[in-house]
């Protein structure tokens, strides 16, 4: 199975700033990288997909990149409304296995 | 607008079944492959099994592989994922998820998940 390493497992940041979360593949996926937004109480939802393509109605400061085995979401100008949970997950190869999480909250 | 709502879930025994559905609309269902993925309490978010568009394909993990079965009534827009001979280990919330139309194994839309405990 492919490994996903997210880091870091939790961080806290201040309205506007910008953070970096960090996803390492076990091996090589071509790019085929989703990122999910989980608000507290809430199902799952699709905010980036192959890497770095924005998902519909996703507002523009969430962006992604990476290539290989290491990806990254960055979030520009934090909102209050971003306090989630993130995962990654690669849909490269079966079975489709998603990184731990990052728990980001508002300091 | 893409509606998933399932049902079904609650208390069973270990090595007893259940059966989850899960109701579409807002969209032709029966252009979508779907998903199950299951997320145990305060864990992470574990992909379950996929079904193509027309039922005739089906995908699991290999810890559900022979006990569960992922189904799907296309006439109903409804989804359905069967577990037999269930273990402790299968307690978590499962969503139902569309494919992505691009990337088949992105989830694309979520419904608000049905709770499935396994306890004596």
């Known amino acids: 199975d492919i490994q996903m390493t997210q880091s870091p497992a939790s961080l806290s940041a201040s309205l506007g700033e910008t953070v970096t979360i960090e996803c390492l593949a076990s091996?090589?996926?071509?790019?085929?990288l989703a990122w999910y937004q989980q608000k507290p109480g809430k199902s799952p939802q699709l905010l980036i997909y192959?890497?770095?393509s924005l998902n519909d109605g996703v507002p523009s400061r969430f962006s992604g990149s990476g290539s290989g085995t290491q990806y990254s979401l960055k979030i520009n100008s934090l909102q209050s409304e971003d306090v989630s949970i993130y995962f990654c997950?690669?849909?490269?190869?079966?079975?489709?296995?998603f990184g731990a999480g990052t728990k980001l909250e508002l300091k | 607008e893409v509606q998933l709502v399932e049902s079904g879930g609650g208390l069973v025994q270990p090595g007893r079944s259940l059966k989850l559905s899960c109701a579409a609309s807002?969209?032709?269902?029966?252009?979508?492959?779907m998903h199950w993925i299951r997320q145990a309490p305060t864990k992470g978010l574990e992909w379950v099994a996929s079904?193509?568009?027309?039922?005739?394909?089906?995908y699991y993990r290999d810890s559900v592989k022979g006990r569960f079965t992922i189904s799907r009534d296309n006439a109903k827009s409804t989804l359905y994922l069967q577990m037999d001979s269930l273990r402790s280990e299968d307690t978590a919330t499962y969503y139902c998820?569309?494919?992505?139309?691009?990337?088949?194994?992105?989830?694309?839309?979520w419904g608000q998940g049905a709770s499935v405990t396994v306890s004596s």
């Open positions: 192959y890497a770095n």
């Open positions: 998820a569309t494919a992505s139309g691009t990337y088949y194994y992105v989830m694309d839309a």
């Open positions: 091996e090589d996926i071509y790019s085929n």
């Open positions: 997950q690669q849909n490269y190869d079966s079975p489709y296995t």
């Open positions: 079904i193509s568009p027309s039922g005739g394909s089906t």
């Open positions: 807002g969209f032709t269902f029966s252009n979508y492959g």
